[in-house]
């Protein structure tokens, strides 16, 4: 079955403590990306890649990072997580243009306190 | 700066009637836009497209329409069912950028 998966669905967590939220595809898909869903404020995407080693920012990278070293994984890292970071996150993959949608993991819900 | 914009966040209809979903965006060189649908607890699943060089796309019962001098796109799903109720998405790109712009969403309830 073709899916994104993320890990861990849910996290409570507190202020500075670094956390990695994992995503994983089976679809060999070049084009993986995380998004960050707010109310009132839709999708907002925080990182995309192309392809592996390749990474680039999106609408809101500030305190995020991300690394594309093998094509199926695209984890993304809190290294001092802050409470303006609690929002619900998603990964996605593609084949990579614009006019292609994109599958989506089931989110991660993420509270810093 | 948000360049997609769902202006309602919720809509309500009764079984069998049509859905009009509405989006408009601000940023005139986009030229694709698709709709995703997302039940609670699960992830956004891409619905229906449509290209800039269209102003309509069909399939099945989902309709988009598409007006770029406007811009403004809408759904339409004619017959609304109870299962079509969700939250939709509006998202629009270039063609060749990843930096993929989603609107607000609107919350669709479809009544028995």
């Known amino acids: 079955e073709a899916q994104v998966t993320q890990n861990p669905r849910y996290l409570i967590t507190v202020t500075g403590k670094k956390l990695t939220v994992t995503c994983s595809q089976n679809?060999?898909?070049?084009?993986m990306s995380w998004y960050r869903q707010d109310p009132g404020l839709g999708l907002r995407q925080i990182y995309y890649?192309?392809?592996?080693?390749?990474?680039d920012k999106g609408d809101v990278p500030e305190g995020y990072k991300v690394s594309r070293k093998e094509k199926r994984n695209f984890p993304l890292i809190l290294e001092s997580p802050s409470p303006n970071q609690t929002s619900l996150y998603f990964c996605?993959?593609?084949?990579?243009?614009?006019?292609?949608?994109?599958?989506f993991g089931d989110g991660t819900r993420l509270s810093i306190l | 700066d948000q360049q997609v914009k769902q202006n309602s966040p919720s809509l309500s209809v009764q079984e069998g009637r049509i859905s009009i979903l509405n989006c408009d965006y601000t940023?005139?060189?986009?030229?694709?836009f698709l709709w995703y649908k997302k039940y609670p607890a699960e992830g956004p699943t891409f619905l229906i497209s449509?290209?800039?060089?269209?102003d309509k796309n069909e399939d099945g019962r989902f309709t988009v329409f598409l007006n770029k001098s406007a811009k403004h796109l809408s759904l339409h799903i004619v017959p609304s069912q109870p299962g079509d109720s969700a939250v939709y998405f509006c998202?629009?790109?270039?063609?060749?950028?990843?930096?993929?712009?989603f609107g607000a969403g609107t919350r669709l309830t479809v009544k028995p």
């Open positions: 996605a993959s593609g084949l990579g243009w614009g006019n292609q949608p994109q599958h």
């Open positions: 679809m060999n898909h070049e084009y």
């Open positions: 890649s192309m392809n592996v080693e390749v990474t």
């Open positions: 940023n005139s060189m986009f030229d694709y």
């Open positions: 449509i290209s800039s060089i269209k």
């Open positions: 998202a629009a790109t270039l063609y060749n950028n990843n930096d993929m712009r």
